[in-house]
């Protein structure tokens, strides 16, 4: 494979990789954003619980009151769950993102093991050119130091 298509090839792929990895990083940050929502439902929960228990215990929350409050905590509890199954999707989809980003590296590590193998037989290539060139002079200078072509 001629050096310039595999030095494409590997720019492209480093291209893939850096997208992958793009899409890595907004999976997590998703995934973070999730975790944040979660977290805040779980306060915006205790705070309900813990004003629904002071005004319980100062009389001040009558039963349609307290059947609102409940409502209201079976909605956050609702929530959090639907988040907490959206944050597993998440964590799976970071796995898999993952897994893409190592899967382009291995390919990309592939692909540079391949342009140095050539680059290395090139190296060979020249070396062994310059070497024949070079037999072939010193040839060349002994026949005509031995007149061996004026016999022609």
């Given at each position: 494979?001629?050096?310039?298509r595999?030095?494409?090839?590997?720019h492209l792929?480093?291209?893939l990789?850096?997208?992958?990895?793009?899409e890595?990083?907004?999976?997590e940050?998703?995934?973070l954003?999730?975790?944040?929502?979660?977290?805040?439902l779980?306060?915006?929960?205790q705070t309900?619980?813990?004003?629904?228990?002071?005004?319980?215990?100062?009389?001040?929350?009558?039963?349609?009151?307290l059947?609102?409050?409940?409502?209201?905590?079976r909605?956050l509890?609702?929530?959090?769950?639907?988040?907490?199954?959206?944050?597993?999707?998440?964590?799976?989809?970071v796995?898999?993102?993952?897994d893409?980003?190592a899967?382009?590296?291995?390919?990309?590590?592939?692909?540079?093991?391949?342009a140095?193998?050539?680059?290395?037989r090139?190296?060979?290539?020249l070396?062994?050119?310059?070497?024949?060139?070079l037999?072939?002079?010193?040839?060349?200078?002994?026949?005509r130091?031995?007149?061996?072509?004026?016999?022609?």
């Amino acid at each position: 494979m001629p050096a310039f298509r595999l030095d494409r090839l590997l720019h492209l792929r480093g291209q893939l990789r850096s997208l992958r990895q793009l899409e890595l990083q907004q999976a997590e940050d998703a995934r973070l954003r999730l975790v944040d929502e979660r977290r805040t439902l779980e306060a915006k929960r205790q705070t309900v619980l813990e004003e629904t228990l002071r005004a319980t215990e100062h009389g001040e929350l009558d039963g349609g009151g307290l059947h609102l409050a409940r409502a209201y905590e079976r909605v956050l509890v609702e929530r959090t769950r639907d988040v907490e199954q959206r944050t597993l999707a998440a964590v799976r989809n970071v796995a898999a993102r993952r897994d893409a980003v190592a899967a382009e590296r291995r390919e990309e590590r592939k692909l540079e093991h391949l342009a140095e193998r050539h680059r290395e037989r090139l190296e060979i290539e020249l070396v062994l050119a310059a070497e024949r060139m070079l037999d072939e002079l010193t040839m060349s200078r002994h026949a005509r130091e031995n007149g061996e072509g004026a016999r022609d």
